[in-house]
């Protein structure tokens, strides 16, 4: 191809995109008036005389040639050889006259395209990615908007992966690029291959220097990321998150690109910005950063440092009980079904997926795929969610998610059954919290798993009610213990089938069977949400099993099951600890969000307030570094940042069950 045609992929947007339209525009007028010239060829290097000017371009396009003038970036002259080199008449072969881009990346061997971003910036862009976006063919250009993201990515025939262009800032260009190369190839039908991240080993030693520059980072964001949000703190962070010398740090990488994520949505007032949860984030990498240098156990170390990606190694054997299962639907367009097992002899949880990520499949339907889609042998996802099975070995990851690959194949042995004797099984909610509290809190070195399983053996049910405010199902379990708590179905409309199924099996009379839960914590209490049920035929989920009564429409339940029509169970009123730990992380909020100034006495005398509160209930390390924020005066956005952890901590250990009273 040559290099007239090469530059032909150059059209107004993607030259406007290397410098600005008014550039364009006084290139364009520079060539009219006859101030651009072919002065000479250099090989396939053209010499063009521009306005006085010399400018070298070749086949890597007007971003890599050079001008002798010294204005920084894409000057006009360079813009202007482009436009001159674009009105060469020449034959373009057929094969070139319509290329097929989007078979050109996907064709790009992966660790191509991982060398050109970096390792960092390559896991920030599959995230990026993941979000979604669109891809349109331009003929000479492949035009790629990312959801979230304000640039349009430009893919250019004849250029490949340097060549690519758009406005993005230097900080996020190779991520954005990425990113963009990823979503086309998802389109395509090619997915980042689970194999292709390296084993992240833990670095020999700890790059102080770099940690102390993220520390600066994070307390500007502190003093200024909650007030002011200006966009050079958010290219700062984000610039740290994907540099070189953050390959070896997966885990402090990603909370940087999370609060650079943050401060976006307070730039640009998004309304699901919350205050809360950015102090929360930023002091949470604040301590990372602490105990990263200060730690030498090596298995404590690896959890500081994080993983990229779970490897999968053979386990086994396994003897799983099927649990249930429930499709999910990620903001960006990824969606998938997923089913739940259960080994009892090591407590352990495991699932296997079906999945296709934003733009991918189309066709791909997560309700059809558990249903028929065949894995194992010709296993389906519904039959396993149902059995008891052996597995002699399978490929599977730490986090326990089994590889879908047909070189494994399991031993059915029947319809699963569920024992009120499993460390998963629970009939006494005091018991319940406990089990929460130990595998959901989790540490700095240990972090725990964002959801678990649970299988609730209640003695009797109540009636549920809608709570017009939450938009959520509440259905009321008694222990045997006669305490309630509640679980709760959230109005979903990528669950369309939830209510209907959960009102056809609990609002029958005798109800009686088991109710497998997924537990999350939200805020200051632990949240169950019911997936399953279990009873005389089995396990039935409820995203996918359909109702056995007629379908109800969603104002019938607001009619029916409304707590302004019926008197409705109470919840137990917010225990003290819990209050004041909120008081304290929203007195702290407070501060960052007056950008770290010094305390006025009003606000000396809140922290005081809140300390003897503290103390008074038995909170001593609360109220000792309140009082430490009450003083600090320098160094204030660090105290702040080490406090709100604590306080973010103990909160956590704090956590409760939703009780109820009957």
């Not at 008014?22 to 521009?50: L, N, P």
């Not at 060398?115 to 349109?136: L, M, P, T």
């Not at 099984?425 to 649970?454: H, I, K, N, Y």
């Not at 632990?526 to 409820?542: K, Y």
């Amino acid at each position: 191809m040559t290099l007239a045609a090469i530059l032909m992929a150059f059209d107004e947007a993607a030259l406007a995109a290397l410098a600005n339209k008014g550039i364009v525009r006084r290139a364009a007028r520079d060539v009219e008036e006859g101030k651009a010239s072919i002065s000479g060829w250099e090989g396939e290097t053209a010499i063009v005389s521009a306005d006085g000017e010399t400018v070298r371009i070749g086949a890597r396009g007007p971003a890599k040639a050079s001008c002798t003038c010294p204005a920084p970036g894409t000057c006009r002259h360079r813009i202007a050889a482009v436009l001159l080199l674009q009105q060469q008449k020449e034959e373009v072969p057929a094969e070139d006259a319509v290329p097929n881009l989007t078979a050109e990346i996907a064709a790009l061997p992966e660790d191509v395209m991982i060398r050109f971003a970096g390792r960092a910036a390559w896991r920030a862009a599959q995230e990026i990615a993941a979000n979604g976006g669109e891809v349109s063919d331009a003929g000479a250009t492949l035009v790629i908007t990312l959801h979230g993201e304000d640039v349009e990515i430009r893919y250019l025939r004849g250029l490949g992966i340097e060549g690519m262009v758009s406005k993005a800032s230097s900080a996020r260009r190779k991520a954005l690029h990425a990113a963009a190369l990823i979503l086309v190839r998802q389109a395509a039908g090619v997915a980042v291959s689970e194999l292709s991240a390296e084993a992240e080993k833990a670095p020999a030693s700890i790059d102080e220097a770099f940690l102390g520059e993220v520390r600066d980072a994070l307390a500007d964001a502190c003093r200024n990321g909650l007030a002011l949000a200006p966009l050079t703190l958010e290219e700062r962070l984000f610039t740290l998150s994907v540099s070189s010398r953050a390959d070896s740090l997966p885990r402090l990488s990603a909370m940087l690109r999370g609060i650079a994520r943050m401060l976006r949505e307070r730039r640009t007032r998004d309304f699901r910005f919350d205050p809360d949860a950015c102090l929360g984030a930023i002091a949470a990498a604040d301590a990372l950063v602490r105990a990263l240098p200060a730690v030498s156990d090596p298995e404590r170390r690896a959890g500081l440092i994080g993983t990229v990606r779970q490897a999968y190694d053979e386990v086994g054997p396994l003897h799983l009980y099927g649990a249930g299962g429930e499709s999910w639907r990620a903001e960006g367009g990824a969606r998938g079904a997923v089913a739940y097992f259960y080994d009892p002899a090591c407590d352990r949880w495991f699932t296997a997926s079906l999945a296709r990520g934003a733009g991918q499949d189309p066709f791909f339907d997560p309700r059809h795929a558990f249903a028929s889609e065949a894995i194992w042998g010709g296993q389906t996802l519904v039959g396993l969610s149902r059995a008891e099975f052996w597995f002699d070995s399978v490929a599977g990851s730490p986090g326990g998610r089994l590889s879908t690959s047909a070189a494994s194949s399991p031993e059915i042995s029947g319809a699963t059954t569920l024992s009120t004797d499993w460390a998963c099984a629970f009939d006494c909610w005091d018991m319940l919290a406990e089990r929460l509290r130990t595998r959901l809190v989790g540490s700095l070195a240990a972090p725990a798993a964002a959801q678990e399983p649970v299988v609730l053996w209640p003695k009797r049910t109540g009636r549920p009610w809608f709570d017009d405010l939450t938009q959520q199902l509440h259905w009321p379990l008694e222990d045997r213990g006669g305490q309630w708590l509640a679980v709760s179905l959230g109005n979903d409309p990528d669950r369309p089938a939830h209510l209907d199924h959960l009102a056809s099996a609990v609002f029958r009379p005798g109800f009686s069977g088991a109710v497998i839960a997924m537990a999350s914590v939200a805020g200051a209490a632990f949240e169950l949400r019911p997936m399953a049920l279990f009873g005389e035929d089995g396990v039935r989920s409820l995203d996918f099993q359909e109702p056995s009564t007629p379908k109800r429409s969603f104002s019938d339940f607001l009619q029916i099951y409304s707590r302004r029509n019926r008197s409705a169970p109470v919840p137990y009123a917010k225990p003290a600890g819990i209050s004041v730990v909120e008081k304290a992380a929203a007195e702290l909020t407070g501060i960052a969000e007056t950008g770290c100034r010094a305390i006025s006495r009003s606000g000396s005398q809140r922290l005081a307030e809140i300390g003897a509160q503290a103390e008074r209930i038995g909170l001593r390390t609360v109220a000792e570094t309140l009082a430490l924020v009450a003083v600090a005066s320098g160094s204030l956005a660090s105290q702040v940042l080490i406090s709100r952890y604590i306080v973010d901590q103990t909160r956590l250990r704090l956590t409760v069950l939703p009780m109820l009273r009957l």
